[in-house]
């Protein structure tokens, strides 16, 4: 049994978490930055930096008075590198670096997105390798098969904004505060889904790919026209994002024979994309699983699972491992028209 120490810092949440190889999770903080962000409609690099050099500290000593566990205790420190605001990794990862250095740890410097991939390993010790992955974040919507611990080969991508951007996009334009996704889904229950006709930009195309841009553009266009209640947008712009992954999700699995299909990120937190996708997979003879709501969003205990999985794997890193704003987990996948903008 491994004891792991993860922080994270990549966007708007500072985290910090205790977690055993055997899945326990000893103390987990996490503190967001919506308050200080609100006033500008979106995250701001650069406050989001100085938040988590205000507010790391505290709670790296919370969880481990929590957790009544001591520095020399751990068995490594896991620190998100990236991808993401690079401010705020720096800080983060530099965090977890003097930790590790103070306490003669090694230093495990984890992909953020490899903590969302593997986070369903940690709610679900039956979810072994391969499965498929539909990881769906404010940053990222990709189709991967999760083939093991740093395996990872990407079948789709978004070619332009992520589920979660789509989310918080069409939240701003119906008046609603920033995260958007869990604003939309309370707001989507008094709706009907069926009221506004919108979009479902690529389904029906031959590869797995998203887009979602055309559809923040229809979204913008029916709550300008101002006939239709705010909850029926809300209700049929979730219906569509819902009915945008299930069918490229649907082309991924055609061309996986992995066992298990799993949705982790942001995203995943919605109950409407949980309860289609596992339709889905039922329909299709596969398994369905999904971490938490909690942990689908952003999380230090995801981190420190990931690093708790690559320690097992003998992987750990030096003191210089450097903070990426970009790090794709699947580097020999072809870049795709539109795509690589976001971080
Ligand atoms: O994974 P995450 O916390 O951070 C990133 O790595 O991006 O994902 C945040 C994204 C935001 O865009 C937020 O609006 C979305 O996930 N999200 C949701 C829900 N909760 C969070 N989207 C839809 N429904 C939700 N309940
Ligand atoms: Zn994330």
């Not at 250095?101 to 903590?115: D, F």
């Amino acid at each position: 049994m491994t004891l792991i120490l993860g922080l994270e810092s990549s966007c708007d949440d500072s985290a910090a978490a205790l977690v055993t190889s055997d899945r326990r999770i000893l103390a987990q903080a996490v503190v967001g930055q919506n308050s200080a962000h609100q006033p500008y409609g979106g995250v701001v690099p650069e406050i989001a930096a100085r938040a988590h050099v205000e507010v790391l500290p505290g709670l790296i000593d919370r969880v481990l008075a929590e957790a009544g566990v001591r520095p020399d205790q751990l068995d490594a420190v896991a620190a998100t590198a990236g991808p993401g605001l690079i401010g705020g990794v720096m800080v983060g990862l530099l965090a977890g670096k003097g930790l590790a250095l103070a306490a003669g740890k090694p230093l495990v410097a984890v992909n953020h997105l490899e903590g969302h991939a593997l986070s369903p390993r940690l709610s679900d010790p039956n979810l072994g390798f391969p499965y498929l992955l539909l990881l769906a974040s404010g940053g990222h919507c990709q189709l991967l098969e999760v083939r093991g611990v740093g395996d990872y080969r990407r079948l789709a991508t978004t070619i332009d904004d992520a589920a979660g951007e789509a989310f918080d996009k069409a939240a701003k334009l119906l008046g609603l505060d920033y995260p958007g996704g869990p604003a939309i889904e309370q707001l989507a229950r008094q709706g009907d889904p069926t009221a506004v006709a919108l979009p479902r930009p690529l389904v029906g195309s031959g590869e797995p790919h998203f887009s979602f841009a055309g559809l923040k553009s229809a979204v913008q266009r029916a709550a300008a026209a101002g006939t239709h209640r705010a909850a029926d947008i809300a209700a049929s712009f979730q219906q569509a994002v819902v009915d945008c992954l299930v069918d490229r999700t649907r082309l991924a699995l055609a061309r996986s024979d992995a066992p298990t299909l799993v949705v982790a990120g942001g995203v995943a937190a919605n109950g409407a994309v949980r309860a289609a996708l596992q339709q889905l997979a039922e329909r299709h003879g596969r398994t369905f699983t999904s971490p938490p709501g909690w942990l689908c969003t952003d999380n230090a205990a995801m981190i420190a699972w990931a690093g708790a999985e690559r320690l097992a794997a003998g992987l750990n890193d030096g003191l210089d491992a450097p903070a990426r704003a970009r790090w794709p987990l699947d580097a020999a996948a072809d870049a795709v028209r539109g795509a690589g903008v976001k971080a």
